[in-house]
């Protein structure tokens, strides 16, 4: 079998357009297409786009940035928002708060945004919402950032 008989898109439908590319040894294949896309398979410009330059690029930016959808909100009430930004440490979103944030798993939120959530009424009174599982119960009290911890009372931040 001639590979130039082969030169369709393997998606093969109406929103193929371009020129087609053949997935190399040296493409990275997004993490979250794995089972969708493998080496040696001929993409249109459109397909190839779709899962593999943009979701790449999807993925790079939820590594870094805070996914939260009121990150700017949060950050706005903050008493530090006329200072310098702070940079708040991102961790992956907790399995309970997918849902309820609607967000991708490999998704990541600021330490700010985690403690937020669980004070806004607009996703505790969620049915889906769960409490957080805390190991000690004053880890309402502490807010960490970055390899700092910070004690917190009525929500001020003390430095
Ligand atoms: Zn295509
Ligand atoms: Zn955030």
């Given at each position: 079998?001639?590979?130039?008989?082969?030169?369709?898109?393997?998606?093969?439908?109406?929103?193929?357009?371009?020129?087609?590319?053949?997935?190399?040894?040296k493409v990275s294949i997004p993490e979250t297409?794995?089972?969708?896309?493998?080496?040696?398979?001929?993409?249109?410009?459109?397909?190839?786009?779709?899962?593999?330059?943009?979701?790449?690029?999807?993925?790079?930016?939820?590594?870094?940035?805070?996914?939260?959808?009121?990150?700017?909100?949060?950050?706005?009430?903050?008493?530090?928002?006329?200072?310098?930004?702070?940079?708040?440490?991102?961790?992956?979103?907790?399995?309970?708060?997918?849902?309820?944030?609607?967000?991708?798993?490999?998704?990541?939120?600021?330490?700010?945004?985690?403690?937020?959530?669980?004070?806004?009424?607009?996703?505790?009174?969620?049915?889906?919402?769960?409490?957080?599982?805390?190991?000690?119960?004053?880890?309402?009290?502490?807010?960490?950032?970055?390899?700092?911890?910070?004690?917190?009372?009525?929500?001020?931040?003390?430095?």
């Open positions: 079998m001639s590979n130039s008989d082969t030169r369709t898109c393997a998606f093969d439908s109406n929103e193929c357009n371009g020129k087609i590319y053949k997935v190399g040894d297409n794995i089972e969708l896309i493998s080496y040696g398979m001929f993409l249109c410009t459109f397909h190839y786009n779709k899962f593999i330059l943009n979701e790449n690029h999807r993925l790079d930016k939820l590594l870094q940035v805070c996914s939260h959808p009121k990150h700017e909100e949060y950050k706005s009430q903050s008493k530090n928002s006329n200072k310098k930004p702070k940079k708040f440490s991102l961790e992956k979103v907790p399995k309970r708060l997918i849902s309820i944030l609607q967000l991708d798993e490999n998704a990541k939120i600021c330490s700010l945004c985690r403690k937020k959530t669980d004070s806004d009424p607009d996703y505790t009174t969620l049915e889906k919402y769960n409490i957080p599982v805390s190991k000690n119960k004053n880890d309402n009290n502490i807010l960490k950032i970055g390899n700092h911890t910070y004690p917190l009372r009525n929500n001020i931040l003390y430095n």
